[in-house]
């Protein structure tokens, strides 16, 4: 469920709560913004991230390594541990690729698709 309070005149966002949302929020929200607070069904705000303009937009600006190194984190890997997964790979080769001082060969994207379970065009 997705609780947004709207800012009255402007119809602005001034907040969203997501999640489940306990009864006892819902009343103070509704009790405190009135007719501000929107409720949205969770089916209606699923979407998909690859899907979004703000996706499509920064996606022009974002470099393999960058994409590299969020997997990375995402799945709390350090630069060693994922030189292991992907075999024999230093540190450095890792902190290289990730700083695009080294460039991502289709071979390594492939192997870097396998692990995180994604596209091999997310690498290249």
């Known amino acids: 469920m997705l609780a947004v309070v709207k800012k009255p005149r402007t119809n602005t966002t001034l907040f969203e709560v997501k999640g489940n949302i306990p009864a006892g929020v819902m009343e103070y929200l509704?009790?405190?913004?009135?007719?501000?607070?929107?409720?949205?069904?969770?089916?209606?705000?699923?979407?998909?991230?690859?899907?979004?303009h703000w996706y499509k937009g920064i996606k022009k600006a974002i470099t393999p390594g960058d994409t590299l190194r969020i997997y990375r984190e995402n799945r709390g890997l350090t630069q060693t541990e994922l030189g292991q997964k992907l075999g024999k790979f230093t540190r450095q080769k890792i902190s290289d690729m990730e700083n695009n001082k080294r460039s991502i060969s289709k071979a390594v994207a492939k192997k870097l698709s396998e692990i995180f379970d994604v596209p091999i065009e997310r690498f290249l």
């Open 30 to 52: 509704q009790r405190e913004f009135g007719q501000n607070v929107e409720i949205v069904d969770e089916d209606e705000e699923l979407v998909s991230i690859f899907d979004t």
